[in-house]
Nanobody, 121 residues
Framework: QVQLVESGGGLVQAGGSLRLSCAASGSIFSVNAMGWYRQAPGKQRELVAVMASDRSTNYLDSVKVRFTISRDDAENTVYLQMNGLNPEDTAVYYC???????????????WGQGTQVTVSS
């Protein structure tokens, strides 16, 4: 019913930047929150950044001054601008969206397929 398509991952040197994008499509009535999680090998998935419909944000402490999340509600798209990347940021980054569907009560959660971010030292 809802698809999340991510783009923008890749390989970058330490200190570099990347911008991730995630577009949601399908039977969406409204998007409550969109954000990014990441999972490094052998580690649990963790929240990186999330933006609610009221534009409030929540960031992982280690990325607060380096990453910026933004949304385009007209396009149901969320972005993650990542600056000052370091090898510890290497992970698969997953888009997450909590949405209300057309003709359906309640909130539903969806995940993207993941995009690899690799930061070399």
């Amino acid at each position: 019913q809802v698809q999340l398509v991510e783009s923008g991952g890749g390989l970058v040197q330490a200190g570099g930047s990347l911008r991730l994008s995630c577009a949601a499509s399908g039977s969406i009535f409204s998007v409550n929150a969109m954000g990014w999680y990441r999972q490094a090998p052998g580690k649990q998935r963790e929240l990186v950044a999330v933006m609610a419909s009221d534009r409030s944000t929540n960031y992982l402490d280690s990325v607060k001054v380096r990453f910026t999340i933004s949304r385009d509600d007209a396009e149901n798209t969320v972005y993650l601008q990542m600056n000052g990347l370091n090898p510890e940021d290497t992970a698969v980054y997953y888009c997450n969206a909590r949405v209300k569907l057309i003709k359906s009560a309640g909130e539903y959660e969806y995940w993207g397929q993941g995009t690899q971010v690799t930061v070399s030292s």
